[in-house]
């Protein structure tokens, strides 16, 4: 079998092979294409069905709701308690239209989140969609004591049902074409798997045809390919065989050529070798003279140059004619002239000198060249000649100057950067400092310290803003030009009206602020820093002394500071406004978590630290602390009759009252729902009796007028316990109040209560 029937072969495989793996492909894309297309269809149709389904549900949800909390309102016919009804529902914004009818069908309020909306009544009468399409309706029955008082109509919109729908069918196309292709190359490769045989028989003859004859095709079983494969083989066996035989016919043909070759090579190169000899000693100065990097010249007694290399015509600019004959006068000036003729002076005492000669070529070019001169002497010793290798350093001295610049400029730019190191230094050590500091006071000292160590030579103002106002006052200053305004208008600051840096270096161009007008020299710079973050402003820096310099011509050096020193003002009153701003946030968050949000009052949490503080206190001291459990009565019958937002108007009114009917010293708690708790420090148990009693009457005497409605015969109990005739610690304290509350409740409310003596539950 021969290489040519080989190829053939293989060429034949490839073919097949490729053949199968189409068909696999075109078989299975229908299929590929059937199952993409159900995908489109099928599952956006159940996702709508299932979410129209979940949105009836709630807006079922939504007009129960509703229609609970509208039947007081529609009875009493309170169009404020409608209102807050749509209030509430406008926060989901699911929600387009309500509207609310009375018992004979007449309609009383309605809410359309769209003005534009048009509704129809005979159609919002029922449940379901709505002819447009657009919204789900529910019509819910208000029910008093079972009767229907009235009906609202709530409509859901379909508008972010059918987003998600436009926004799946996007996600479904993407799915199915991953599908598909995800499909076709799965196919692709069960197809190449199935037609394995095919490619190991490939490979193998792509081996052979390469020239490894010892390489067999694999036989995987007994089907055709196998056949083949077996055949394949046993033709490779005969063709293996051929051809080492004619491999020893032509081994052994070639041992004789070398040979013979052998021996005419021997001849020639003794021949050779005679000839190379001879030519190499005769060119072998010349050569490297030639060939020399470096200018080699040969100067008699008078300087005249009686030789050259190419490399010396080179270095002095001669190339078309010839240097040979020429004096090295012509080269050099009277200077450099007389250096030579001292050299040839050492050249005849026998010295060898290196040295600088500069030389100035006819063409007006100046070049240094290192000359290393050697004499050279006839056999008697008498001097002939100066032997000088030339090498030209004219581009090293531009380099050694550009060397000597560039160190410099590397010494300022060490010197600037351990600068502004020692600078990030201060900073990153101020922001150190900064959290720790846990107050405001705290944070202006920090600024004091390292304002004076980052800005030694500059007078600054320091600004705060109280309370939220627009006002700012002088909170801390070093070194102004003279006294500064204590309060400043943030309308008299282009820093803080701009939120942006103002620097007032030139006064032709910069604008001053109004606030700097009173008591700043017209000659003296100076820079304003609003401190803010995230849109509020919590004060304002003033430095007098601009980063620019005053001097209208300014160098690229004088520029680069002024950025400098501009950066770096502007670092230090961010960190500053950064750091103030976190440690009125930490104020913040520590206020929040021992306030009671609604009332105002102390939290729970805040009351078991400060009770056990103070008793803690008390002990040490040898004074009672007594506390007061105090609890509204019948608070869940106001919440029933005028709702829960009278009932937390009620509890904000009763806390007030509860603060006015105390002392200073005394401490107001929220402990949990409508009870509270009172702790008086140094009060004895009979006089917190008292105190108990007018904290009652204080109760009774209020009438309270909300939206409309009074709210009166409101009253309280209470029970009083001490320390230490109930407890020694606070745990023990509350019980005894709080069994006192409770046994006044069982009383009959509207009393105070005394916890009794340990183990004994007779009370005062």
């Given at each position: 079998?021969?290489?040519?029937?080989?190829?053939?072969?293989?060429?034949?495989?490839?073919?097949?092979?490729?053949?199968?793996?189409?068909?696999?492909?075109?078989?299975?894309?229908?299929?590929?294409?059937?199952?993409?297309?159900?995908?489109?269809?099928?599952?956006?149709?159940?996702?709508?069905?299932?979410?129209?389904?979940?949105?009836?549900?709630?807006?079922?949800?939504?007009?129960?709701?509703?229609?609970?909390?509208?039947?007081?309102?529609?009875?009493?016919?309170?169009?404020?308690?409608?209102?807050?009804?749509?209030?509430?529902?406008?926060?989901?914004?699911?929600?387009?239209?309500?509207?609310?009818?009375?018992?004979?069908?007449?309609?009383?309020?309605?809410?359309?989140?769209?003005?534009?909306?048009?509704?129809?009544?005979?159609?919002?009468?029922?449940?379901?969609?709505?002819?447009?399409?657009?919204?789900?309706?529910?019509?819910?029955?208000?029910?008093?004591?079972?009767?229907?008082?009235?009906?609202?109509?709530?409509?859901?919109?379909?508008?972010?049902?059918?987003?998600?729908?436009?926004?799946?069918?996007?996600?479904?196309?993407?799915?199915?074409?991953?599908?598909?292709?995800?499909?076709?190359?799965?196919?692709?490769?069960?197809?190449?798997?199935?037609?394995?045989?095919?490619?190991?028989?490939?490979?193998?003859?792509?081996?052979?045809?390469?020239?490894?004859?010892?390489?067999?095709?694999?036989?995987?079983?007994?089907?055709?390919?196998?056949?083949?494969?077996?055949?394949?083989?046993?033709?490779?066996?005969?063709?293996?065989?051929?051809?080492?035989?004619?491999?020893?016919?032509?081994?052994?043909?070639?041992?004789?050529?070398?040979?013979?070759?052998?021996?005419?090579?021997?001849?020639?190169?003794?021949?050779?070798?005679?000839?190379?000899?001879?030519?190499?000693?005769?060119?072998?100065?010349?050569?490297?003279?030639?060939?020399?990097?470096?200018?080699?010249?040969?100067?008699?007694?008078?300087?005249?140059?009686?030789?050259?290399?190419?490399?010396?015509?080179?270095?002095?600019?001669?190339?078309?004619?010839?240097?040979?004959?020429?004096?090295?006068?012509?080269?050099?000036?009277?200077?450099?002239?007389?250096?030579?003729?001292?050299?040839?002076?050492?050249?005849?005492?026998?010295?060898?000198?290196?040295?600088?000669?500069?030389?100035?070529?006819?063409?007006?070019?100046?070049?240094?060249?290192?000359?290393?001169?050697?004499?050279?002497?006839?056999?008697?010793?008498?001097?002939?000649?100066?032997?000088?290798?030339?090498?030209?350093?004219?581009?090293?001295?531009?380099?050694?100057?550009?060397?000597?610049?560039?160190?410099?400029?590397?010494?300022?730019?060490?010197?600037?950067?351990?600068?502004?190191?020692?600078?990030?230094?201060?900073?990153?050590?101020?922001?150190?400092?900064?959290?720790?500091?846990?107050?405001?006071?705290?944070?202006?000292?920090?600024?004091?310290?390292?304002?004076?160590?980052?800005?030694?030579?500059?007078?600054?103002?320091?600004?705060?803003?109280?309370?939220?106002?627009?006002?700012?006052?002088?909170?801390?200053?070093?070194?102004?030009?003279?006294?500064?305004?204590?309060?400043?208008?943030?309308?008299?600051?282009?820093?803080?009206?701009?939120?942006?840096?103002?620097?007032?270096?030139?006064?032709?161009?910069?604008?001053?602020?109004?606030?700097?007008?009173?008591?700043?020299?017209?000659?003296?710079?100076?820079?304003?820093?609003?401190?803010?973050?995230?849109?509020?402003?919590?004060?304002l820096l003033v430095f007098f002394c601009c980063p620019e310099e005053k001097s209208r011509v300014k160098s690229q050096d004088q520029e680069r500071r002024a950025r400098q020193k501009k950066d770096l003002l502007l670092s230090f009153s961010q960190r500053v406004a950064m750091s103030l701003a976190n440690i009125q946030l930490r104020q913040s968050l520590k206020e929040q978590s021992i306030r009671d949000p609604l009332t105002g009052l102390y939290n729970r949490r805040y009351l078991e630290e400060t009770l056990e503080r103070e008793l803690a206190r008390a002990r040490r001291a040898g004074q009672p602390v007594s506390v007061i459990m105090v609890d509204l009565d019948r608070f869940k019958r106001i919440n029933d009759s005028y709702g829960h937002e009278a009932g937390d108007y009620l509890l904000q009114m009763m806390a007030r009252t509860l603060q006015r009917s105390v002392r200073a010293e005394d401490i107001v708690c929220r402990y949990g729902g409508e009870e509270f708790t009172i702790i008086l420090p140094g009060l004895s148990l009979e006089k917190a009796v008292s105190r108990a009693q007018l904290t009652l009457d204080s109760v009774r005497h209020l009438e309270l007028n909300y939206g409309g409605l009074i709210i009166k015969n409101i009253s309280?109990?209470?029970?009083?316990?001490?320390?230490?005739?109930?407890?020694?610690?606070?745990?023990?304290?509350?019980?005894?109040?709080?069994?006192?509350?409770?046994?006044?409740?069982?009383?009959?409310?509207?009393?105070?209560?005394?916890?009794?003596?340990?183990?004994?539950?007779?009370?005062?």
């Amino acid at each position: 079998m021969t290489e040519q029937e080989v190829r053939s072969l293989l060429a034949r495989l490839s073919s097949l092979k490729n053949r199968i793996v189409f068909k696999f492909m075109l078989i299975s894309t229908p299929f590929l294409l059937l199952i993409s297309i159900l995908l489109l269809t099928v599952t956006p149709y159940w996702y709508r069905q299932q979410a129209i389904q979940a949105l009836d549900d709630k807006a079922r949800s939504i007009s129960l709701i509703a229609a609970h909390s509208l039947s007081p309102a529609v009875v009493f016919e309170d169009r404020n308690a409608i209102e807050e009804v749509f209030a509430s529902l406008r926060q989901s914004p699911s929600v387009d239209y309500v509207l609310v009818f009375d018992g004979q069908g007449k309609e009383v309020a309605r809410y359309l989140r769209n003005p534009g909306l048009k509704i129809y009544p005979d159609h919002i009468r029922k449940n379901g969609l709505l002819p447009s399409g657009q919204h789900l309706n529910q019509y819910q029955p208000i029910l008093i004591e079972g009767r229907p008082a009235g009906y609202v109509a709530v409509g859901l919109s379909l508008s972010e049902l059918d987003n998600q729908l436009r926004h799946m069918k996007q996600v479904l196309w993407i799915s199915a074409a991953v599908i598909f292709l995800v499909g076709l190359a799965i196919i692709y490769f069960i197809s190449r798997l199935i037609s394995r045989p095919l490619r190991h028989m490939a490979r193998t003859a792509r081996e052979i045809a390469g020239g490894d004859y010892s390489k067999r095709a694999p036989v995987a079983g007994g089907d055709e390919i196998g056949v083949l494969a077996q055949s394949f083989n046993t033709m490779l066996d005969v063709l293996q065989s051929s051809l080492q035989k004619l491999g020893e016919a032509r081994e052994t043909l070639e041992i004789k050529v070398e040979e013979r070759t052998r021996e005419l090579k021997e001849q020639i190169d003794q021949k050779e070798a005679i000839a190379q000899k001879l030519k190499e000693s005769e060119e072998l100065f010349r050569n490297m003279v030639e060939t020399l990097g470096e200018g080699v010249v040969i100067v008699d007694a008078d300087e005249n140059i009686i030789f050259a290399n190419p490399a010396a015509h080179l270095i002095f600019n001669i190339y078309g004619g010839k240097l040979e004959g020429r004096n090295m006068r012509e080269f050099t000036d009277r200077k450099q002239m007389e250096l030579i003729r001292q050299q040839t002076l050492r050249r005849k005492q026998g010295y060898r000198d290196i040295y600088d000669l500069e030389l100035s070529l006819p063409d007006g070019n100046t070049k240094t060249v290192i000359v290393n001169a050697a004499p050279r002497f006839d056999p008697n010793g008498g001097y002939v000649s100066t032997l000088a290798v030339m090498t030209e350093i004219t581009e090293r001295k531009k380099q050694e100057l550009a060397l000597a610049e560039a160190k410099q400029k590397l010494e300022e730019v060490v010197t600037e950067l351990e600068k502004r190191n020692e600078q990030n230094r201060l900073l990153i050590e101020m922001g150190d400092h900064f959290q720790i500091a846990a107050s405001d006071e705290e944070a202006i000292e920090v600024i004091k310290k390292f304002a004076s160590k980052l800005f030694p030579n500059e007078g600054w103002l320091l600004y705060l803003r109280r309370a939220g106002g627009r006002f700012l006052q002088l909170t801390s200053f070093l070194e102004p030009p003279s006294e500064p305004a204590e309060i400043l208008d943030i309308e008299d600051c282009w820093a803080l009206r701009k939120s942006v840096p103002n620097f007032f270096c030139d006064p032709e161009k910069d604008l001053l602020c109004p606030h700097l007008k009173s008591y700043l020299p017209p000659e003296l710079p100076a820079s304003c820093f609003p401190l803010s973050t995230a849109g509020e402003t919590f004060g304002l820096l003033v430095f007098f002394c601009c980063p620019e310099e005053k001097s209208r011509v300014k160098s690229q050096d004088q520029e680069r500071r002024a950025r400098q020193k501009k950066d770096l003002l502007l670092s230090f009153s961010q960190r500053v406004a950064m750091s103030l701003a976190n440690i009125q946030l930490r104020q913040s968050l520590k206020e929040q978590s021992i306030r009671d949000p609604l009332t105002g009052l102390y939290n729970r949490r805040y009351l078991e630290e400060t009770l056990e503080r103070e008793l803690a206190r008390a002990r040490r001291a040898g004074q009672p602390v007594s506390v007061i459990m105090v609890d509204l009565d019948r608070f869940k019958r106001i919440n029933d009759s005028y709702g829960h937002e009278a009932g937390d108007y009620l509890l904000q009114m009763m806390a007030r009252t509860l603060q006015r009917s105390v002392r200073a010293e005394d401490i107001v708690c929220r402990y949990g729902g409508e009870e509270f708790t009172i702790i008086l420090p140094g009060l004895s148990l009979e006089k917190a009796v008292s105190r108990a009693q007018l904290t009652l009457d204080s109760v009774r005497h209020l009438e309270l007028n909300y939206g409309g409605l009074i709210i009166k015969n409101i009253s309280i109990s209470a029970g009083v316990a001490s320390c230490p005739e109930h407890g020694l610690n606070w745990p023990e304290v509350i019980q005894a109040a709080d069994l006192a509350l409770l046994r006044a409740k069982q009383e009959g409310r509207d009393r105070v209560v005394m916890a009794g003596k340990p183990g004994n539950e007779q009370g005062g």
